[in-house]
């Protein structure tokens, strides 16, 4: 894993498309895998990450888009993102809080 993301980091390109970066790692690598997303980030690049692992994503995100069946449920920054219960419950498949009536 860290060998594949190596050798894409050597032309030093301006932006990178990372599709589930994530998926299959153990959880220890997938902070690693965030951690050198969010270095690349602050070093100037322009990082795309298509990611399920919407939690560990919002950690380093500046702006986010959350799509549902092809359709954007959600845009804006990742704070903006943290005051919307339902919409967190939606995307990640939570039951929804439950509410006294």
Do not use: C, K, W
């Amino acid at each position: 894993m860290s060998l594949s993301m190596g050798r894409a980091m050597v032309p030093e390109p301006s932006i990178y498309l990372l599709d589930e970066p994530s998926a299959g790692l153990s959880p220890a690598l997938v902070e690693d895998v965030f951690d050198i997303v969010r270095t690349v980030a602050d070093d100037g690049a322009q990082v795309i990450l298509i990611e399920q692992n919407i939690r560990s994503a919002l950690r380093i995100a500046d702006y986010v888009h959350i799509l549902t069946q092809g359709r954007t449920q959600f845009e804006g920054g990742p704070s903006d993102l943290a005051e919307e219960d339902e919409l967190l419950a939606a995307s990640f498949g939570e039951p929804r809080p439950v509410v006294d009536a």
